[in-house]
């Protein structure tokens, strides 16, 4: 089975300006995650979808990042604009969305914003 | 208020001895929990899981053993190999949760050949 797909591997940007994250999730997995994680932290959960339906985006800082999943495939993450401590790895990772299954994750993108 | 804690950030073990990595948690809602590997310039990677109405699974090498009254559990590697080399995450998730999961901010582990 393919995994989680996700480009690019690694961005370089600067402050201000906007960047966009790819992920292609395993297929058949209804649930997709868009995770951040700061080096020497845990992933922390931005945005979980149902097929193309939002079931939680409390952490998403909305006024900065934007996420969408077509189709109810792909999906993509977008920052604009660009702060300072966006950089971190932003991991994306599906699952089969029912209690009891684990989330697979992709290799995620590493963002630093200079 | 980190609700997923790993208090002991790294842990060096010999090679063919016992690795414990523990982790803590402060939601008593949580009922199922992962244990994820991270390699560097990887996502993490499913290692075993546990849900709330056991208090043991082993899957080979790893055992994940659950205490609810502690809120607390722990990974045992055993034996501990130099390719077991790797940050470890537990992650755990509420019913009202859906397929969310709150991950704690890892333990490095060494294990030296």
């Known amino acids: 089975e393919a995994g989680v797909a996700q480009s690019p591997r690694y961005k370089i940007i600067e402050k201000r300006q906007s960047v966009a994250f790819w992920c292609n999730p395993i297929?058949?997995?209804?649930?997709l995650y868009w995770y951040q994680q700061i080096l020497g932290q845990g992933p922390k959960l931005l945005i979980q979808?149902?097929?193309?339906?939002?079931?939680?985006d409390s952490q998403l800082p909305k006024d900065r990042f934007s996420a969408e999943r077509l189709k109810g495939v792909d999906s993509t993450l977008k920052i604009q604009p660009a702060k300072l401590e966006d950089s971190a790895v932003y991991l994306c990772?599906?699952?089969?969305?029912?209690?009891?299954?684990?989330?697979?994750f992709g290799n995620g993108t590493r963002l630093t914003v200079t | 208020d980190q609700q997923v804690k790993q208090n002991s950030p790294s842990l060096s073990v010999q090679e063919g001895r016992i690795s414990i990595l523990n982790c803590d948690y402060t939601?008593?809602?949580?009922?199922?929990f992962l244990w994820y590997k991270k390699y560097p310039a990887e996502g993490p990677t499913f290692l075993i899981s546990?849900?709330?109405?056991?208090d043991k699974n082993e899957d080979g090498r790893f055992t994940v053993f659950l205490n609810k009254s502690a809120k607390h559990l722990s990974l045992h590697i055993v034996p501990s190999q130099p390719g077991d080399s790797a940050v470890y995450f537990c992650?755990?998730?509420?019913?009202?949760?859906?397929?969310?999961?709150?991950f704690g901010p890892g333990t490095r582990l060494s294990v030296l050949p």
């Open positions: 990772a599906s699952s089969l969305g029912r209690r009891g299954f684990p989330l697979h």
């Open positions: 297929s058949g997995h209804a649930t």
């Open positions: 979808f149902q097929n193309n339906g939002v079931v939680d």
């Open positions: 939601n008593s809602m949580f009922d199922y």
């Open positions: 546990i849900s709330s109405i056991k």
């Open positions: 992650a755990a998730s509420a019913p009202n949760y859906g397929q969310n999961f709150v």
